[in-house]
């Protein structure tokens, strides 16, 4: 069974910075593509960022320029490193893999990013 888990998230202040995690059970090259997606309560899912298996990375314009899509591929961890956060950042951040081959996608628990004053 494949699984994914996110952590990192928490309470900060606009402007702060924060770095959440994805670790896998297997190694993140088995996966065609790692997605972080967040989702406040009420509104619909929006996607943040992606990292494909060539490396190939592409971020949300609402977030390009604070957030970062990387990854270690030694840790089986992809990271998000999210600088300059707004108000508007708060949500919960999913992590999502997908392997394209085998229609398979996992998803992790989500972690919870609260900006606020």
């Known amino acids: 069974q494949v699984e994914l888990v996110e952590s990192g998230g928490g309470l900060v202040q606009p402007g702060g910075s924060l770095r959440l995690t994805c670790s896998a059970s297997?190694?993140?090259?088995?996966?065609?593509?790692i997605i972080w997606f967040r989702q406040a309560p009420g509104k619909e899912r929006e996607l943040v960022a992606t990292?494909?298996?060539?490396?190939?990375?592409d971020h949300a314009e609402s977030v390009k320029g604070r957030f970062t899509i990387s990854r270690d591929n030694a840790k089986n961890t992809v990271y998000l490193q999210m600088n300059n956060l707004k108000p508007e950042d708060t949500a919960v951040y999913y992590c999502?893999?997908?392997?394209?081959?085998?229609?398979?996608?996992?998803w992790g628990q989500g972690t919870l990013v609260t900006v606020s004053s």
């Open positions: 999502k893999a997908d392997d394209f081959t085998r229609y398979l996608e996992v």
């Open positions: 990292i494909t298996r060539h490396g190939n990375t």
């Open positions: 297997v190694p993140i090259l088995s996966f065609d593509d």
